[in-house]
């Protein structure tokens, strides 16, 4: 009875294998706080390109998702993708792809692209958890509406702060969200500016790092807005605009989309394939597999790991 089971295990394990799996990075950067595990350190990041390589065929993601689209499921294959377009991933994982000969795709929020605005999610997280001393509570309005968040004795309730005002701020217009950051900075004592090690790659780099053929580029919109709080209008405008600024910079056609945050719905779907895009990427941490829908490819974190968790919850799936 052991002995099947044990067999049934093996045979599953098998079977999972031949599922195609993507990964999903935003930075390869060493950085002093990551509340929400967006970078790999350089190291690791070598490391686990290593393991990946080693473990399976790392093939371009649209050439997967042209497999997946015509129903098939090829065996053993791997894609790495990329989320954003920050400037480490140009300085420090280019270099590493480059030398494993490994493809990648990057999808690039075009609204941020060589802009020295960064991301609101990098202010937001510097604010609360890199400030020496903070007020037990922060006050500020948000689109008109006066709040207030509650940060405890020598700051206790930071982390659940920084969770309550990330879930307050990101359906938030990019303004509204602009003034409220100014006032929690104003707050806590300390600037909202980005700073330049968060700030995303140049248009110049970009383009750079497309020119050998083994990394592509795909839209991310414009400016990284949850897609189901938009109406049909605005998802249909963000799709086609990024798309569009990718296509002219690099002088070649784009055909790859991620969601932001991987939040869509059946109206993002119709805007990403009306856009005259052929895939997207969702979030949805499982393997590819039969019916994966070429417009919801799931894709699976890799966060800051070492080998052995890297085995373990990266290539132990598919
Ligand atoms: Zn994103």
């Known amino acids: 009875m052991r002995r099947l089971r044990a067999i049934r295990r093996a045979a599953r394990h098998v079977l999972r294998a031949e599922q195609p799996i993507v990964l999903m990075y935003h930075r390869v950067e060493t950085l002093a706080a990551d509340p929400w595990e967006l970078a790999v350190t350089p190291e690791r990041f070598a490391d686990q ?17 042209g497999e997946l689209a015509a129903g098939r499921l090829p065996r053993h294959v791997a894609a790495v993708t990329f989320d954003d ?14 030398a494993a000969g490994c493809p990648a795709t990057v999808f690039i929020t075009t609204g941020a692209l060589g802009s020295r605005a960064g991301f609101w999610w990098d202010i937001l997280s510097r604010i609360l958890l890199q400030t020496p001393a ?10 008109g509406t006066p709040r207030q968040v509650r940060i405890g004795a020598d700051g ?14 990101r359906p938030a217009a990019p303004d509204a969200r602009d003034a409220a950051l100014a006032e929690l900075a104003a707050g806590a004592g ?17 383009v750079a790092m497309a020119s050998s053929g083994l990394i592509e580029i795909g839209a991310h919109t414009v400016t990284h807005p949850p897609m189901t709080a938009l109406g049909r209008d605005a998802q249909e405008r963000e799709v086609a ?24 719905d059946a109206a993002s779907v119709a805007a990403v394939a009306r856009a005259g895009l ?41």
Request: proline share 8%.
């Open 190 to 206: 300390t600037d909202a500016d980005p700073r330049d090690r968060d700030l995303t790659m140049t248009p110049d780099q970009m």
């Open 156 to 169: 206790a309730d930071r982390m659940a702060a920084l969770f309550e005002l990330h879930a307050l701020l």
């Open 85 to 98: 377009g920050y400037g480490d991933v140009f300085r420090n994982a280019r270099p590493i792809l480059e």
């Open 134 to 143: 903070l007020p037990e509570r922060l006050d500020f309005s948000l689109e």
């Open 278 to 318: 052929t895939h997207a990427c969702s979030v949805e941490p499982r393997p590819a597999g039969r019916g994966t829908d070429p417009f919801a490819i799931p894709r699976l974190l890799a966060a800051d790991w070492d080998a052995r968790e890297f085995r373990a919850r990266v290539l132990a799936h598919g």
């Open 49 to 65: 390109i290593a393991l990946l390589t080693a473990a399976r065929r790392v093939v371009p993601l649209s050439w997967l998702a």
């Open 241 to 264: 605009d990024s798309r569009r600024r990718c296509e002219d910079l690099l002088g070649h056609p784009v055909t790859g989309f991620a969601y932001p945050y991987g939040d869509h």
